[in-house]
């Protein structure tokens, strides 16, 4: 089933923005003192490949995905993969006690309390509760029962009643109106038979 592109277009350039921005964040975060882990800039470690590059680069995908589709299908398939790109985002962090030995493999939050809760927000929580919204947005969207209009009568429809009122205006300013066709005249069918004259008295058989 055809969709109009404009459907996923507002989730997907959101998530195109933020998942650049889950992704990079960590490299270039330091620049705007919000440091996790450790305060050098573009500094790559294997924890951030997959707690942050790996959940922004899907969520960036599925934006690039919603922003192209023109079916349901691939419309879904973007939506799905951003919510478990959110999802991923949120819960990777204790995800990752697992297999690093019971902290996080991004590493801790440095500097202050509030400058600890706004590191983790932007990083991980904020980040990922807002590519799981849109997401879920775009899921919701496709949820909506599809017009009953193909997609190219949409489009073409509005053009052809814009062509016929620019049409009837300049019939008007000529001096000529075009009725719509439900108030011209009916033509009824010549009856059969010969037509008395209309002086002429009906002889009956």
Sequence with gaps: MRLPRTRGAISGFVLVIVGLW????????????????????????????WLDVLPGALAVIAGLMLLRAVTRASAGLGAGIAVCAGTWLIVGQS???????GVSAAG??????AHKTVEELVYFYGVGALILFFGAFAL???????????VEDAVVAP???????????????????ERPATERPVERPLAEGPVAAPDEPVRRP
Excluded at 95 to 101: I, M, R, T, Y
Excluded at 140 to 150: C, D, E, I, Q, W
């Design 108 to 113: 801790q939050p440095l500097f202050g309390n």
């Design 22 to 49: 889950a992704a990079l964040v960590p490299f270039f975060g330091p620049y705007l003192d919000l440091s996790i882990g450790t305060d050098r800039t573009w500094h790559w470690t294997t924890g951030r490949l």
């Design 95 to 101: 995800v990752s006690f697992l297999w690093n030995h």
């Design 140 to 150: 919701g969207r496709l949820a909506l029962p599809a017009s009953a209009v193909p």
């Design 159 to 177: 053009r052809r009643r814009r062509w016929l009122g620019r049409r009837r205006r300049a019939a008007a300013d000529d001096g000529v109106v």
